[in-house]
Nanobody, 125 residues
Framework: QVRLVESGGGAVQAGGSLRLACVFS????????LGWFRRTPGKEYEFVGA????????RYADSVKDRFTISRDNAENTVYLQMNSLKPEDTAEYSC??????????????????WGQGTQVTVSS
Protein backbone atom coordinates (compact mmCIF):
# COMPACT_ATOMS: atom_id res chain seq x y z
CA GLN A 1 0.00 0.00 0.00
CA VAL A 2 1.35 3.41 -0.99
CA ARG A 3 2.12 5.68 1.93
CA LEU A 4 3.09 9.35 1.85
CA VAL A 5 4.57 11.24 4.79
CA GLU A 6 5.11 14.99 4.65
CA SER A 7 7.51 17.05 6.73
CA GLY A 8 9.01 20.52 6.79
CA GLY A 9 6.04 22.63 7.69
CA GLY A 10 6.24 25.37 10.29
CA ALA A 11 5.81 29.05 11.01
CA VAL A 12 7.62 31.71 9.01
CA GLN A 13 7.37 35.43 8.42
CA ALA A 14 6.19 36.86 5.14
CA GLY A 15 8.97 36.86 2.59
CA GLY A 16 10.58 33.81 4.10
CA SER A 17 11.09 30.31 2.73
CA LEU A 18 10.24 26.75 3.64
CA ARG A 19 10.99 23.43 2.01
CA LEU A 20 8.48 20.65 2.35
CA ALA A 21 9.37 17.03 1.76
CA CYS A 22 7.16 14.04 1.10
CA VAL A 23 8.55 10.53 1.43
CA PHE A 24 6.87 7.82 -0.63
CA SER A 25 6.78 4.11 0.19
CA UNK A 26 4.87 1.01 -0.82
CA UNK A 27 5.22 1.24 -4.58
CA UNK A 28 7.51 2.07 -7.48
CA UNK A 29 8.08 5.78 -6.95
CA UNK A 30 9.21 6.50 -10.50
CA UNK A 31 5.85 5.26 -11.85
CA UNK A 32 3.92 7.99 -10.07
CA UNK A 33 3.14 11.60 -10.73
CA LEU A 34 3.28 13.61 -7.50
CA GLY A 35 1.23 16.63 -6.57
CA TRP A 36 1.06 19.18 -3.79
CA PHE A 37 -2.25 20.58 -2.59
CA ARG A 38 -3.23 22.89 0.24
CA ARG A 39 -6.37 23.65 2.15
CA THR A 40 -7.60 25.90 4.89
CA PRO A 41 -10.34 25.00 7.39
CA GLY A 42 -13.74 24.64 5.76
CA LYS A 43 -12.39 24.80 2.23
CA GLU A 44 -11.59 22.26 -0.42
CA TYR A 45 -8.12 21.28 -1.56
CA GLU A 46 -6.41 23.82 -3.80
CA PHE A 47 -3.92 22.63 -6.39
CA VAL A 48 -0.43 24.00 -5.80
CA GLY A 49 1.75 22.09 -8.23
CA ALA A 50 2.63 18.70 -9.60
CA UNK A 51 5.53 16.92 -11.23
CA UNK A 52 5.66 14.07 -13.69
CA UNK A 53 7.22 10.68 -13.09
CA UNK A 54 10.67 11.65 -14.38
CA UNK A 55 10.88 15.10 -12.84
CA UNK A 56 11.29 16.73 -16.22
CA UNK A 57 7.95 18.46 -16.31
CA UNK A 58 5.93 20.35 -13.71
CA ARG A 59 2.73 22.33 -13.45
CA TYR A 60 1.95 25.15 -11.02
CA ALA A 61 -1.04 27.13 -9.88
CA ASP A 62 -0.89 30.75 -10.99
CA SER A 63 -0.89 31.83 -7.35
CA VAL A 64 2.46 30.17 -6.66
CA LYS A 65 4.17 30.27 -10.04
CA ASP A 66 7.66 31.81 -9.86
CA ARG A 67 7.68 31.43 -6.05
CA PHE A 68 7.32 27.67 -5.53
CA THR A 69 9.33 24.87 -7.14
CA ILE A 70 8.62 21.16 -7.14
CA SER A 71 11.38 18.63 -7.52
CA ARG A 72 11.79 14.92 -6.93
CA ASP A 73 14.57 12.53 -6.12
CA ASN A 74 13.69 9.13 -7.54
CA ALA A 75 16.63 7.54 -5.76
CA GLU A 76 15.33 8.74 -2.39
CA ASN A 77 11.60 8.29 -3.13
CA THR A 78 11.03 11.89 -2.11
CA VAL A 79 9.27 14.87 -3.63
CA TYR A 80 10.00 18.40 -2.48
CA LEU A 81 8.17 21.71 -2.52
CA GLN A 82 10.49 24.70 -2.21
CA MET A 83 8.44 27.72 -1.18
CA ASN A 84 10.01 31.17 -1.47
CA SER A 85 8.66 34.67 -0.97
CA LEU A 86 5.92 33.30 1.23
CA LYS A 87 2.79 35.34 1.81
CA PRO A 88 0.19 35.20 4.59
CA GLU A 89 -2.30 33.83 2.05
CA ASP A 90 -0.04 30.79 1.63
CA THR A 91 -1.02 29.73 5.15
CA ALA A 92 -2.63 26.29 4.88
CA GLU A 93 -2.18 22.61 5.48
CA TYR A 94 -0.08 21.22 2.65
CA SER A 95 -0.51 17.64 1.47
CA CYS A 96 1.26 15.61 -1.13
CA UNK A 97 -0.56 13.17 -3.36
CA UNK A 98 0.48 10.39 -5.74
CA UNK A 99 -1.10 8.96 -8.84
CA UNK A 100 0.17 6.14 -11.03
CA UNK A 101 0.88 7.90 -14.32
CA UNK A 102 3.51 7.91 -17.05
CA UNK A 103 1.54 9.97 -19.55
CA UNK A 104 0.19 13.11 -17.92
CA UNK A 105 0.38 15.30 -14.84
CA UNK A 106 -2.84 15.29 -12.82
CA UNK A 107 -3.77 18.74 -11.52
CA UNK A 108 -7.01 18.15 -9.63
CA UNK A 109 -7.84 16.42 -6.36
CA UNK A 110 -10.09 13.68 -7.81
CA UNK A 111 -7.28 12.51 -10.08
CA UNK A 112 -5.07 11.45 -7.18
CA UNK A 113 -5.48 8.14 -5.36
CA UNK A 114 -2.97 8.38 -2.52
CA TRP A 115 -2.61 11.20 -0.01
CA GLY A 116 -0.37 12.14 2.88
CA GLN A 117 -1.61 13.38 6.22
CA GLY A 118 -0.54 16.97 5.65
CA THR A 119 1.84 19.46 7.23
CA GLN A 120 0.90 22.92 8.45
CA VAL A 121 2.47 26.07 7.02
CA THR A 122 1.75 29.35 8.76
CA VAL A 123 2.97 32.64 7.31
CA SER A 124 2.71 35.74 9.48
CA SER A 125 2.71 39.30 8.21
Amino acid sequence: QVRLVESGGGAVQAGGSLRLACVFSGGTFSSYALGWFRRTPGKEYEFVGAINWSGEEARYADSVKDRFTISRDNAENTVYLQMNSLKPEDTAEYSCAAQLSHYYIPVSEPEYTYWGQGTQVTVSS
